[in-house]
Nanobody
């Protein structure tokens, strides 16, 4: 299963975007009901950074501090698409955003990118000042 992120674009500071993360194969196990879905981003010259994750088991969602109150991670009822709603965007949010899934579900396990699999190509978000 490969995940595809889409929905990025160029937006002015203060604007909004909705990113989607879709599984390449519709699986019986409804991907995001049996795997946690995480979003990460990488700005030029910087390391990949955790942004948000939803635990498949508890439904809890956690965000990087800079995203709290501005970003919202959700998934559709089918469990095959996840969304990251970005609002009040800032120039420092500019990055390549990628999604991936993880078999882990606990808070302490979901912030490290090496615990994720099935990364797809990301989607570029550019915020102008």
């Amino acid at each position: 299963v490969q995940l595809q992120a889409s929905g990025g674009g160029l937006v002015q500071a203060g604007g909004s975007l909705r990113l989607s993360c879709t599984a390449s194969v519709r699986t019986f196990d409804s991907t995001f009901k049996t795997y946690s879905v995480g979003w990460f981003r990488q700005a030029p010259g910087k390391k990949r950074e955790f942004v948000a994750v939803k635990s498949y088991r508890t439904g809890d969602t956690w965000y990087v501090d800079s995203a709290k109150g501005r970003f919202t991670l959700s998934r559709d009822n089918s469990g095959n698409t996840a969304y990251l709603q970005l609002t009040s965007l800032k120039p420092e949010d500019t990055a390549l955003y990628s999604c991936a899934r993880s078999p882990y579900y606990s808070y302490s396990d979901l912030f490290d990118d090496f615990k994720y699999q099935d990364w797809g190509q990301g989607t570029q978000v550019t915020v102008s000042s």
